[in-house]
């Protein structure tokens, strides 16, 4: 028969070894933390400069005039409606085109050869940078689909590149259903689109959402895949249909900031700013989407 | 509806012969054979791993869902082949319900979740009266009206573990199934919720023909006619409840039913 154990006779007191490993602990958390703070610095840096030079421009007036002498004077409005239409475009194009993907990849596809194909190759088409997406652009849509230099080419360039996030994040959503929920169904004799139909994509609304607008601040940002397929530096109408060319935000920034030479110090970053506000207005709103998603998986 | 309702010529439920299954390389059943009584409840029993839950997904094709399954011998429920060229994996699941470990209610309310597979199945949508009268059937069959009648509409999913077991029950009787498969139905309640979802299993026995898996040996004792033991893929012994737990033919049942392994 053995003694039972006890403890040291000073109990549980701190060694000075252990006081060494809480001194390094407490040193790495505070370096850890001041290199994340850092990455808080260029975004509240921009932001701060943008405001501060940007705001004073800003009026209801900018936004609803036209540029004048090259985007010098005058406001932006062509340019706006002109991002408008081109992100409706890109949207209206690779909205049904992702989430149909997505419907697959998610419901349908077996691992085999085929299916590890596509996730390939959709990975390689969200890491294209967007100059090739352009000039694919101007060789498919621009001439060999014969769009000419329009909306509809350059929507088409930008569905083509946003494409991935649709497919990505529409994936997410209907993988985040449970799997009891397609078993339920299959053992009640649905189909796979029945289940898919009444059960899955019912449920996935908000996750698909989240894509959609992720989809929107991606497109009114881009510059390069629009200069070469349909956004052009000055236009003095609103586009009328998909196959006019049209102003956009981003190309007038660049040329209000670095083309045109008498421009007030203020006008280019008060563009900057509208199209800042922009995107994160929308990446706002899908983060909120994205978090009541997650609050609400009471299934 | 009308339909071409099988006339129960036979006694047996579900009518096993030389089944063999495979998981991809992986043999799960070996040449099981097996006669399921019509109208009682049947217990499946044997350790983890053994085939019991494949038999039971055999029963309404499911397993067929993972693509890499494949099947050699028969299988008839109520004298019907349900690998014949003309039966469809559809109909056979809408005459053979399955029950989960986990209750898996739908995310609609009450009154969805029952009436889902009806509107899966009908042409048209059955009128509201008919359809109104199908929920308070079904809902009525399980115990569960007099406590959800109230809140049809609520979510399924907010229900107690117990009623929404029940509920996932209940959503299968409107197709009129003949047979009902419950693969540990009870295992995820706690006793008084395995107590009356048991109470209920046997309040449906007669109409319907069960086929349930359990590891609970004394669930298996009290609440099923018949028992079969299965070890390895293959049904070791077959026989009425109170033989099976007084008198077991085979060592190996008599080890498991007694705690010695598994």
Not at chain 1, 126 to 142: D, K
Not at chain 2, 19 to 43: H, K, R
Not at chain 2, 185 to 208: H, K, N, Q
Not at chain 2, 220 to 243: I, K, N, Y
């Amino acid at each position: 028969m053995t003694a039972v154990r006890t403890v040291p006779t000073d109990g549980f007191a701190t060694t000075s070894r252990e006081r060494r490993a809480l001194t390094v602990q407490h040193a790495a958390r505070l370096l850890f933390l001041l290199v994340a703070l850092l990455l808080l610095a260029p975004v509240l840096c921009i932001l701060a400069v943008l405001v501060v030079e940007g705001a004073p421009g800003l009026s209801l007036d900018f936004f609803l005039t036209k540029p004048r002498d090259n985007g010098a004077a005058g406001g932006i409005a062509t340019a706006l409606v002109g991002t408008i239409w081109l992100t409706m475009g890109a949207l209206v194009l690779a909205l049904p085109l992702g989430v149909a993907a997505a419907i697959y990849l998610s419901e349908y596809a077996r691992d085999n050869w085929l299916t590890r194909t596509i996730q390939v190759a959709i990975v390689n088409l969200a890491g294209v940078p967007s100059i090739v997406h352009a000039l694919f652009g101007v060789g498919a849509f621009v001439y060999f689909l014969g769009f000419g230099k329009s909306i509809l080419a350059a929507s088409c360039t930008l569905a083509v590149m946003t494409l991935p996030v649709v497919i990505v994040s529409t994936r997410e959503a209907l993988q985040a259903v449970p799997k009891a929920f397609r078993e339920a169904c299959w053992n009640m004799g649905a189909t796979r689109w029945q289940t898919i139909w009444h059960i899955v994509l019912p449920n996935s609304g908000g996750g698909i959402l989240t894509g959609l607008i992720l989809v929107v601040s991606r497109a009114v940002g881009e510059t390069a895949p629009i200069m070469f397929t349909g956004a052009v530096f000055l236009r003095a109408l609103y586009p009328s249909s998909v196959f006019d060319k049209t102003m956009a935000l981003s190309l007038h920034l660049f040329n209000v900031s670095t083309q045109v030479t008498n421009v007030p110090r203020h006008v280019p970053f008060a563009v900057a700013l509208t199209l800042i506000m922009v995107v994160l207005a929308m990446n706002a709103i899908a983060i909120t989407f994205r978090m009541r998603l997650r609050g609400r998986k009471k299934w | 509806m009308a339909e071409p309702q099988a006339e129960p010529s036979a006694d047996l439920a579900i009518e096993v012969r030389g089944l063999n299954l495979w998981y991809g390389t992986f043999q799960a059943l070996f040449e099981v054979d097996l006669d399921i009584e019509a109208g009682n409840v049947t217990a499946l029993i044997g350790p983890s791993g053994c085939g019991k839950s494949t038999l039971l997904r055999s029963c309404n094709r499911i397993v067929e869902r993972l693509g890499y399954v494949s099947t050699t011998g028969t299988i008839r429920v109520l004298g019907h082949d349900i690998h014949a060229g003309t039966a469809s994996p559809i109909q056979v699941r809408r005459h053979v319900g399955m029950v989960f470990q986990r209750p898996n209610p739908l995310p609609l309310s009450i009154r969805d979740n029952v009436l889902f597979a009806q509107r899966l199945h009908a042409a048209h949508g059955p009128s509201r009266a008919d359809q109104d009268a199908a929920v308070e059937q079904a809902l009525r069959e399980v115990l569960l009206w007099d406590r959800v009648k109230d809140r049809l509409h609520h979510r399924a999913t907010g229900l107690s573990l117990e009623e929404q077991q029940k509920l996932c029950i209940a959503r299968l009787l409107p197709t009129k199934p003949a047979v009902l498969l419950m693969d540990e139905p009870c295992s995820a309640l706690d006793p008084a919720a395995t107590a009356a979802v048991e109470d209920l299993i046997w309040s449906l026995r007669g109409r319907y023909s069960i086929l349930i898996v359990t590891h609970n040996m004394a669930q298996a004792r009290r609440a099923s006619d018949q028992c079969v033991f299965m070890l390895m893929g293959r049904v070791v012994e077959h026989s009425a409840t109170e033989q099976m737990f007084v008198a077991p033919q085979r060592q190996e049942t008599a080890d498991y039913i007694e705690g010695r392994f598994g």
